[in-house]
């Protein structure tokens, strides 16, 4: 037995204005919440099948609003916006903030011999890439040659700034050892993302109308969302990985710090924890989601087709630019 959704509710429109910063952080605040980890495989399905039939006109009778919105705050932190599949864990964007603190804070703490830069660096380069793959634009394949190539280059391009600049900076002021990690993570970044999103920039992206009429596939409209992923991606690290070595430069002269060593990993990993916690939402919230592209701007085949058919009334294409 189910009921009619109430008047005027329509669970795909987020709550809060997608337009501006504030809204989207506030969305993204709920969507990488990290606390939906830990909730369980069938309430994710069940919150799943409150979403679809919600979306088909019923709920079940006696669901208030804040219940509905419930699920669908869980069906946005574990299912792919495009394919509606649900995501490996690792990958999702609730798991950034457990996930990237353990990573940052051993990679921050462990820099000073190049055995232990290239395990963490390694292991990093693997949660990216899980990460990377699982939020891409799902309506893109990706071979396993290419996730192979992907993988490799972008573990390559970390180790080899890492290891290198660990190496040049044996002479230079302890902080600015400290920040390699950083840098190895952003040129990791604008290797791997592109490299595991290839497909979308050879084939393009389905663009759409502002009514998700489907208008062809873009190259351009690749490129900008995978551009804006990557700003995204080091703008979420950024804070923690510079700031934060500057703090703990300043703890570690104090007698009472020098004693307790042993407890400089964990204090790191959780001050990685608190700066990502803000960080997640702040970055992902940095474009909108549905992004926008001029039809001036696309490749002149798609262009000419969209006016053909349009002509004036279809000034922008919008496509999901992932995460």
């Known amino acids: 037995e189910m009921a009619s959704i109430p008047f005027g509710f329509n669970i795909d429109?987020?709550?809060?204005?997608?337009?501006?910063?504030?809204?989207r952080l506030k969305h993204f605040f709920n969507v990488t919440d990290p606390r939906t980890v830990l909730v369980s495989e069938k309430e994710l399905d069940q919150a799943k099948a409150v979403v679809e039939s919600c979306r088909?006109?019923?709920?079940?009778?006696?669901?208030?609003?804040?219940?509905?919105?419930?699920?669908?705050?869980?069906?946005?932190?574990?299912?792919?916006?495009?394919?509606?599949?649900?995501?490996?864990?690792?990958?999702?964007?609730?798991?950034?903030?457990?996930?990237?603190?353990?990573?940052?804070?051993?990679?921050?703490?462990?820099?000073r011999t190049v055995p232990a830069v290239v395990f963490w660096q390694w292991v990093n380069q693997s949660f990216n890439a899980i990460v990377n793959y699982t939020n891409r634009n799902a309506a893109s394949a990706v071979s396993l040659r290419q996730l192979g190539v992907a993988y490799v280059?972008?573990?390559?391009?970390?180790l080899a700034t890492a290891v290198g600049l660990n190496l040049y900076t044996k002479r230079a002021p302890p902080l600015l050892a400290r920040w390699v990690p950083f840098a190895a993570v952003a040129a990791a970044n604008c290797v791997n993302i592109p490299l595991m999103r290839q497909q979308e920039i050879i084939n393009g992206v389905t663009v759409t109308d502002k009514d998700n009429n489907e208008l062809g596939q873009s190259r351009g409209a690749a490129v900008k969302g995978i551009a804006q992923v990557v700003v995204s991606r080091i703008t979420m690290a950024a804070p923690g990985m510079i700031i934060l070595p500057i703090i703990m430069e300043r703890l570690e002269k104090i007698p009472f710090m020098?004693?307790?060593?042993?407890?400089?990993?964990?204090?790191?990993?959780?001050?990685?924890?608190?700066?990502?916690?803000?960080?997640?939402?702040?970055?992902?919230?940095?474009?909108?989601?549905?992004?926008?592209?001029?039809?001036?701007?696309?490749?002149?085949?798609?262009?000419?087709?969209?006016?053909?058919?349009?002509?004036?009334?279809?000034?922008?294409?919008?496509?999901?630019?992932?995460?």
């Not at 280059?153 to 970390?158: I, L, M, Q, Y």
């Not at 053909?308 to 496509?319: E, L, S, T």
């Open 153 to 158: 280059t972008a573990t390559g391009t970390a």
């Open 56 to 111: 088909a006109g019923l709920v079940p009778p006696g669901s208030s609003q804040e219940q509905l919105l419930y699920a669908k705050k869980l069906y946005d932190s574990a299912f792919h916006p495009d394919s509606g599949e649900k995501m490996n864990l690792i990958g999702r964007m609730s798991f950034q903030v457990p996930g990237g603190m353990a990573l940052t804070g051993c990679m921050l703490q462990f820099y």
């Open 13 to 23: 429109i987020p709550r809060w204005d997608q337009s501006t910063f504030m809204g």
């Open 258 to 323: 020098q004693r307790i060593r042993v407890l400089h990993a964990p204090l790191q990993v959780l001050l990685c924890g608190g700066f990502l916690l803000f960080m997640v939402p702040a970055a992902c919230a940095l474009f909108p989601q549905r992004c926008s592209l001029a039809v001036a701007d696309l490749e002149q085949e798609l262009h000419d087709s969209i006016m053909a058919k349009h002509g004036d009334k279809v000034p922008y294409v919008y496509f999901n630019k992932g995460l």
